[in-house]
């Protein structure tokens, strides 16, 4: 009798908790991947719009960017040292990047922010931050408040996101709505003996900030000298050259950044003003304000030139008015396809990163959010992947890569699971 092999599926289940790595859902295993698209295990071919949750904005495989990790492969792939890439690395980012006089690099976007929020704390000798519900800054304990609550709170009081979060830490954390001016602001100048600063997604998650809001932020953190994070993880080098700082015009004094940097490698970084970044420096600052801040794979010359050969793509004449001309032709073409099937909903975000949320109502923040159709979305992205287009759960990832055979066969999609989700 002819045994049977397990499935890849229940191999992962065995070694892996719940079968996966935490991210996206278990039972799909991706193969390879090649420009705007990428094929499964069984051989089944996708537009891609999860691009690894961001980082490929230039798409999979991208020849300048294989050619350069190739040709440094074989000189060696990290040193826990200082190499000549990671510098120019960092040249690049400050040069592009209006509140940038110095870059720390790390792994990971959650480390990244994590150093932020403690960079704020070190320069400003306190504890406290606020952050917006609904606000992603990774996952260590102060990120992960009020970053998905089910059962909301009245603000300004944190809800946790994980087991395993000391209760105490919630106590520095004040949580105030996105896109309410008059709310935050009230509790920035309420808590500002306490406060160190304040992070916030220049873009929350999906949702722009409304005319005046991230200024607003500007200038009451400028008026009682607390420090304002961007946390451009996701819109670093994806609204622009300059990021979501450049693409709104308000400058931070630091952000943290990763993904797009990376260009597909291990790779993050804290970016800002010197005299802020200058606690990472043991000979700048008295030893009770150094920072410290250690990586094994920090800054690695593998990653980094991945890096730079990305921005160096994304700076050519024309790039970016492409991806804005590339998202908006879909952005429009998912409006068009709801309305014609009669569907009430919104499109919500900008070109570069966007998606449908099923409501009547504008969609200005988590709350209005959390209040949408989630069995719609479920149903309209179930179809959506029966037509050979992935994206995750609520986001469509824009990549420069998209050809027009990609394009026209998303709009094909949209048709079909709009008319789905109206039936």
């Known amino acids: 009798m002819i045994s049977q092999q397990p499935s890849l599926t229940e191999r992962a289940r065995r070694v892996l908790p719940a079968g996966g790595l935490g991210n996206f859902p278990p039972d799909f295993f ?23 949750s961001g980082p490929l904005l230039i798409g999979h495989g991208h020849p300048k960017v294989l050619a350069a990790v190739n040709e440094q492969i074989p000189l060696g792939t990290t040193f826990f040292a200082n190499n000549e890439h990671c510098v ?6 400050v040069e592009a990047t209006p509140c940038a006089d110095q870059v720390r690099f790390v792994s990971s976007g959650s480390e990244a922010s994590l150093y932020a929020m403690r960079l704020a704390r070190a320069h400003r000798k306190r504890d406290k931050l606020l952050k917006f519900e609904g606000g992603y800054h990774g996952m260590s304990d102060y990120s992960l408040h009020s970053l998905a609550p089910t059962q909301l709170a009245n603000f300004p009081l944190p ?3 994980s087991a395993g979060i000391p209760e105490h830490v919630g106590e520095d954390m004040i949580i105030a709505p996105f896109n309410d001016v008059e709310a935050a602001v009230s509790l920035i100048r309420e808590n500002a003996a306490e406060l160190a600063g304040v992070i916030v997604e220049p873009m929350q998650r999906l949702i722009p900030p409304e005319p005046g809001f991230l200024q607003s932020l500007r200038d009451i ?6 420090v304002l994070i961007f946390d451009e993880v996701v819109t670093g080098f994806r609204m622009g050259y300059a990021s979501g700082q450049g693409y709104y015009g308000v400058t931070p004094d630091i952000c943290s950044l990763g993904k797009v940097i990376g260009g597909g490698f291990s790779l993050a970084a804290i970016a800002g003003r010197r005299e802020i970044m200058a606690h990472f420096d043991a000979d700048a600052v008295a030893p009770e304000d150094f920072t410290l801040q250690i990586g094994t794979l920090s800054g690695n010359p593998v990653a980094s030139v991945a890096g730079l050969a990305t921005l160096n793509v994304l700076r050519r004449p024309g790039t970016f008015d492409r991806l804005f001309q590339i998202g908006e032709r879909l952005m429009s073409g998912l409006r068009a396809a709801l309305a014609d099937a009669g569907v009430a909903a919104q499109v919500v975000g900008e070109a570069p990163m966007f998606d449908v949320v ?20 479920a149903l309209f ?18 990549s420069v890569a998209l050809e027009e055979r990609d394009i026209e066969q998303t709009l094909c999609a949209y048709q079909a699971a709009a008319k789905a989700v109206a039936a």
Do not use: P, W
């Open 30 to 52: 991706v193969r390879e991947g090649k420009g705007a698209r990428i094929k499964d295990v069984n051989g089944v071919e996708y537009v891609d719009f999860l691009l690894g």
């Open 88 to 93: 120019a690395l960092a040249e690049a980012i």
């Open 159 to 161: 809800v946790a996101d």
């Open 221 to 226: 953190t400028t008026e009682l000298g607390l």
């Open 358 to 377: 099923f409501t009547e109502r504008e969609v200005r923040n988590y709350r209005d959010v959390l209040a949408a159709d989630a069995g719609q979305l």
């Open 381 to 398: 992205n179930q179809v959506m992947r029966a037509h050979g287009i992935l994206k995750s759960a609520g986001k469509h990832y824009v």
